[in-house]
């Protein structure tokens, strides 16, 4: 169940529960199902609750994965309900820490944006680009909506285009522009009488939705797995049949990165790694009521994991570590 699903067809607050539940049966998962659980509570109305999910996430003792999404998703959610000042805080943090997530940055930008605050965000969303885009020959899937959103904010203000909003124009798929979805004018066409601009604005609204729907069909990476080298012996050791699929540890990263550079270069966006573990590969298989030696099962896996928030987007960040562990950079590793 998508979070963005209407609230006339689930039970937002059933739904919120119900991951609740789960999270605390898979304790590694719980990050991406209490985010999933709060946006379910913001739907139904329950932002307090909401909050409280934010709050329990963030005095953890468990490390987060990104802990500056769930500030910038609290953040977003407090501002709704009349918590200004506090909201602004934690947005100013956000920024000054500078992640290296592009979804902590879009999510505090259209928090400023939703409330007007138009200046900020586009300085907001430039923070981010310059952070995250620098030096990079081709944005990765991840950071389009930070250029998207950019694009759209500048556009309200009636600047002139640079670099980066022409780079959002080509990124961008739909058949109507970025421009022309973009327009401050637009809200004047859905009062109009003249039935040549409805049909315009219906057309321009089609192609949104279109975007929209593109970007819901791809909520997570399509990942490739990768074993670490310990993980990797004890699959042989106790599934020998596997070793088919993995000849060496060598050989197995060899392949991950040839096959994400395969994807790349056939148009594939949204690419990413996922790192797993035997206990987790044999738990996964109990599920499936499947064998761990099974090949089969191991792009079952992959994608599970990925479902679950468990996925590194590929390629790492410009001077980022490789992606294998080495703890080399990426560009001196791999990514030769």
């Given at each position: ?112 944006e939703s409330h007007d605050e138009l200046e900020a965000a586009q300085e907001t969303f430039s923070e981010g680009a310059r952070l995250l885009l620098a030096d990079v020959a081709e944005p990765p899937y991840s950071t389009h909506p930070l250029l998207f ?9 009636g600047v002139a285009h640079d670099e980066w909003d022409m780079l959002a124009d080509t990124l961008h798929s739909s058949p109507v522009s970025l421009d022309e979805l973009h327009d401050p004018k637009r809200v004047w066409s859905l009062g109009s009488d ?143």
């Open positions: 169940m998508r979070p963005d699903t209407p609230a006339e067809n689930v039970d937002h607050t059933a739904e919120a529960a119900r991951l609740e539940r789960t999270a605390g049966r898979y304790p590694e998962d719980a990050e991406a199902l209490l985010l999933q659980a709060a946006a379910h509570l913001e739907l139904s109305g329950d932002r307090p609750a909401a909050t409280a999910l934010y709050d329990r996430l963030l005095s953890s003792s468990v490390s987060l994965d990104n802990p500056h999404l769930v500030r910038a998703l609290k953040a977003s959610n407090l501002w709704e309900y009349g918590h200004e000042a506090e909201a602004r805080a934690i947005i100013d943090g956000v920024r000054g820490a500078s992640p290296r997530d592009p979804a902590a940055w879009v999510i505090v930008a259209e928090a400023l959103g950019r694009h759209r904010v500048r556009r309200m203000l003249n039935p040549a601009e409805l049909e315009a604005e219906i057309s321009r609204l089609r192609a949104e939705l279109g975007t929209y729907r593109e970007a819901l069909s791809r909520p997570f990476p399509v990942a490739v797995l990768h074993w670490p080298t310990t993980e990797l012996a004890e699959l042989i050791s106790d599934y020998p049949t596997l070793s088919a699929e993995y000849p060496s540890h060598e050989a197995h990263l060899a392949t991950i990165e040839a096959s994400l550079r395969e994807l790349a270069a056939s148009g594939t966006p949204n690419l990413g790694i996922v790192t797993g573990t035997v206990p987790s590969y044999e738990a996964f298989a109990a599920s499936e009521g499947s064998s761990p030696a099974d090949p089969d099962l191991l792009p079952q896996y992959a994608t599970t994991l990925a479902a679950r928030g468990r996925a590194v987007a590929w390629p790492p960040q410009r001077g980022g570590v490789c992606w294998c562990g080495s703890g080399r950079g990426y560009g001196e590793c791999h990514g030769v």
